[in-house]
């Protein structure tokens, strides 16, 4: 899969689980445009961050642990970038990247289990 392809699944996910799941726990009060820009802000900066950091970390740890590593540092990231976009709470910004994001990588692993590994 070539990374523009990765990218618009991984905006998909995410803007279908903000809808689904952490619309519901954190109570924004922005339209759903708004938020949908929002996340694909985010996602415009951490998505190559995030390839680039996996790729450094995983010359350094496995890669259970880089992706992990990688993970918290997208969700950390992706909580500011939320908190300054949406003025909602750190907390609630920290619930719906916690959301969005555990939803994308574990659908993300499952993905690359199925049709990566398999192969």
Do not use: H
Request: net charge neutral; glycine share 4%.
């Amino acid at each position: 899969m070539t990374l523009l392809l990765l990218f618009i699944i991984t905006v998909f996910i995410e803007l279908l689980t903000a809808r689904i799941i952490a619309w519901k726990k954190t109570g924004y009060l922005n339209t759903w445009n708004e938020i949908n820009i929002a996340i694909l802000g985010a996602n415009l900066i951490s998505f190559p961050a995030a390839w680039y950091l996996f790729s450094y970390l995983q010359l350094q740890y496995d890669s259970q642990q880089a992706l992990l590593i990688t993970e918290i540092i997208v969700i950390a990231i992706e909580t500011l970038l939320l908190r300054l976009q949406l003025s909602g709470s750190l907390k609630n910004s920290a619930i719906m990247s916690f959301c969005i994001n555990g939803v994308s990588a574990a659908i993300g692993v499952l993905l690359w289990v199925l049709f990566v590994n398999a192969s």
